[in-house]
């Protein structure tokens, strides 16, 4: 990534008509924000003085500690490629921010900061990196004449189609133009396997900057979409009898130019540390669910029949288990983490994960036998026997796995640890209670 400078912002806000900055930062529940300013504050946005009301905004702070501070990464400076027709072809550029506390200090309720904290964590065990590369799937449905969402799909497609089954083809492509004009490396791009569903992949990037990319990616999916008279929604599982959208996360560690991960004189061309990684990602599973999956709609995915990983397993070339090491190797040596969903707050998944795994390796721990029959074929007796157990089914176990974790509470901080609990009993406790067109359907009559 080239560097970017004080003077190349104040340069490219010329250039390109900037005429507003969006100073954008990620909530606890994964939701961004943002803090619009118009570009004569440009001088005190690049200072670090933008202040704004966290009591504002999920889990930062209380009423009477409101003040905090905006710091701008200059590494994410982008100027969106959408023209404001009202200001004769201005533009809006975005600055991802960290937040500090008035004296300074990081705010420690900050998910970005936080990942920050944990991967400082794998640099004292000697990882220059740590990298991730995701695969977010998301659902188009079609908007109505008074742009309102409908359950209505934009297409029958299925994995792989084409037009005129998948109508969305043209979406994605501006979809893809867009991401590539803001410098994302698109891999790959194609329909996924049930109607309306889509999937975008762009390279790895360091933890924090593959973050920063999801969430910008979030961002010019629902833009683009919006455009064609689509709503893209990354909910993990929008409609009953489908598959759900699942974030898969390829992840590997590095030593300077070296993948840590990778060993050719094993039989598998993996390293102790991966084996070891491997065996604290597995090992955790069921603790860090609540926030890979943190939603009580994650849990619609997480059932057997619909492609999504139910069980705490590995393989190599098997898809069925949670994790999958795909073939290839050298600096590409990954481990593929397929259970996590889109609604996940990227910041703190990858903080529960790194931290998951860096336990494994401290701790030496080796995972279990591969397995490579396909579990879905699986009867209980057969799971029972080859020690396969199950991710947590619901919102509320896994929060009751969460609690009883030290290392998770660790990997979040008390902070976001509380906060989030907390938020996320009240959705349990809300969803608990209300009553489904289900129930309706088999009870109302009938009793």
């Given at each position: ?50 202040m704004?009301?966290?009591?504002s905004?999920?889990g ?29 072809g201005?533009t ?110 762009w ?32 909910m ?19 030593k ?13 061309q ?10 604290g ?26 492609e ?27 481990l ?9 707050n990227?910041?703190l ?7 998951a ?27 029972e ?40 009993t ?22």
């Open positions: 990534m080239n560097e970017i400078t004080e003077e190349k912002i104040v340069e490219d806000v010329k250039k390109e008509n900037v005429r507003f900055l969006r100073l954008m930062f990620t909530d606890i529940l994964g939701i961004v924000k943002n803090v619009e300013v118009p570009v004569s504050q440009v001088g005190k946005v690049l200072e670090g003085k933008m704004f009301d966290g009591s905004i999920e930062f702070v209380r009423i009477h500690e409101s003040d905090m501070y905006l710091k701008p990464d200059l590494s994410t400076w982008l100027v969106f490629p959408w023209e404001i027709e009202a200001f004769k201005g809006v550029a975005r600055l991802i921010c960290d937040i500090v506390n008035p004296d300074g200090t990081p705010f420690l309720g900050d998910p970005r900061t936080n990942l920050k904290r944990v991967l400082n964590e794998a640099k004292e065990m000697g990882f220059s990196s740590f990298n991730l590369g995701p695969e977010p799937e998301f659902f188009l449905f079609k908007l109505n004449e008074n742009g309102e969402v409908t359950e209505n799909l934009n297409d029958n497609g299925g994995y792989f189609d084409l037009a005129p089954t998948d109508l969305a083809e043209n979406c994605r492509r501006d979809i893809v133009l867009e991401l590539e004009d803001l410098g994302f490396e698109i891999e790959a791009s194609h329909h996924e396997v049930a109607p309306g569903q889509h999937e975008i992949d390279k790895y990037a360091d933890a924090v900057e593959a973050c920063d990319n999801i969430q910008t990616f979030k961002l010019i999916v629902k833009t683009v979409a919006r455009k064609y008279g689509l709503h893209a929604t990354f993990a599982k929008p409609l009953f009898g489908i598959n759900g959208s699942g974030m898969h996360c390829n992840m590997s560690l590095f300077g130019e070296e993948n840590a991960f990778y060993d050719e004189t094993d039989e598998r993996l390293s102790q540390t991966a084996y070891q990684f491997l065996a990602l597995l090992h955790h599973a069921p603790a860090y669910t609540a926030i890979t999956n943190p939603t009580v709609n994650s849990y619609k995915r997480l059932v057997p029949g619909y999504a990983p139910v069980y705490i397993a590995w393989s190599g070339s098997n898809r069925t288990p949670m994790i999958r090491i795909p073939a290839s190797r050298g600096l590409s040596t990954r593929e983490v397929r259970s996590v969903d889109p609604m996940a990227p910041y998944a990858l903080a529960v994960m790194l931290k795994g860096l336990d494994g390796v401290k701790n030496e721990w080796m995972p279990p036998q591969e397995t490579c029959d396909n579990i879905y074929d699986m009867n209980q007796n057969d799971l026997e080859n020690g396969i157990k199950s991710l947590p089914t619901s919102l509320h176990s896994a929060l009751e796995v969460l609690k009883s974790s030290m290392t998770m509470k660790e990997a979040l901080g008390n902070h976001i640890y509380r906060n989030f609990y907390q938020s996320k009240v959705e349990w406790n809300s969803y608990k209670a209300s009553v489904s067109q289900w129930e309706k359907d088999n009870y109302l009559k009938l009793y």
